[in-house]
Antibody, heavy 123, light 106 residues
Framework: EVQLVESGGGLVQPGGSLRLSCAAS????????MNWVRQAPGKGLEWVSY????????YYADSVKGRFTISRDNAKSSLYLHMNSLRAEDTAVYYC????????????????WGQGTLVTVSS | DIQMTQSPSTLSASVGDRVTITCRAS??????LAWYQQKPGKAPKVLIY???SLESGVPSRFSGSGSGTEFTLTISSLQPDDFATYHC????????FGQGTKVETK
């Protein structure tokens, strides 16, 4: 059974930093691209960042570019999101997602999602 | 950037109703569109991919259609478990979601 379990969320002051983790199990982690998606309270879904299976390709949404860093450790089947210079508008539930199909030739939909971890940026 | 617009934002319906939700893309995305269902406090779950392909395990009352810039999600006979928020997502170029459609009890 595929499982994605996020951790690391919490309350942080504006300008602060946080590192989110996602522990993956139930599939061959090193063959799938992964993404982070967030959802602000009462709002829609927003794609945040992408990392290919080998970490060779990385993308960010404009809203987080230069402040967030995505990474992965295939030996530990883990995905990370380092978040710096946090702002109030970064307050959201952050989901770790698996991109379908294990084919890096193009982008695909997200077939598995973690339960999410809440990040609150407030003084 | 590709923008996705869903309508309506909220839909009131009764059990047994046929429900249709529309998603429009700001430019052609071919058939690279997925639909997700999300219940309060839970993660989204994929229902439809490539505009009309039903994800394994999803009831056949859900169907998707469209290509290019206009897409629809149809629930043929609404069931109690279907009251939720539905999101469309394009994956033609990066990933963008619609703002969501909440299906509530009439």
């Amino acid at each position: 059974e595929v499982q994605l379990v996020e951790s690391g969320g919490g309350l942080v002051q504006p300008g602060g930093s946080l590192r989110l983790s996602c522990a993956a199990s139930g599939f061959t982690f090193n063959t799938y691209s992964m993404n982070w998606v967030r959802q602000a309270p009462g709002k829609g879904l927003e794609w945040v960042s992408y990392i290919s299976s080998t970490s060779s390709t990385i993308y960010y949404a404009d809203s987080v570019k230069g402040r967030f860093t995505i990474s992965r450790d295939n030996a530990k089947s883990s995905l990370y999101l380092h978040m710096n210079s946090l702002r109030a508008e970064d307050t959201a539930v952050y989901y770790c997602t698996r991109e379908c199909c294990g084919d890096s030739s193009r982008s695909y939909y997200f077939d598995y999602w973690g339960q999410g971890t809440l990040v609150t940026v407030s003084s | 950037d590709i923008q996705m617009t869903q309508s309506p934002s909220t839909l009131s319906a009764s059990v047994g109703d046929r429900v249709t939700i529309t998603c429009r893309a700001s430019q052609s995305i071919s058939s690279w569109l997925a639909w997700y269902q999300q219940k309060p406090g839970k993660a989204p779950k994929v229902l439809i991919y490539k505009a009309s392909s039903l994800e394994s395990g999803v009831p056949s009352r859900f169907s998707g259609s469209g290509s290019g810039t206009e897409f629809t999600l149809t629930i043929s006979s609404l069931q109690p478990d279907d009251f939720a928020t539905y999101h469309c997502q394009q994956y033609q170029s990066y990933w963008t979601f619609g703002q969501g459609t909440k299906v509530e009890t009439k």
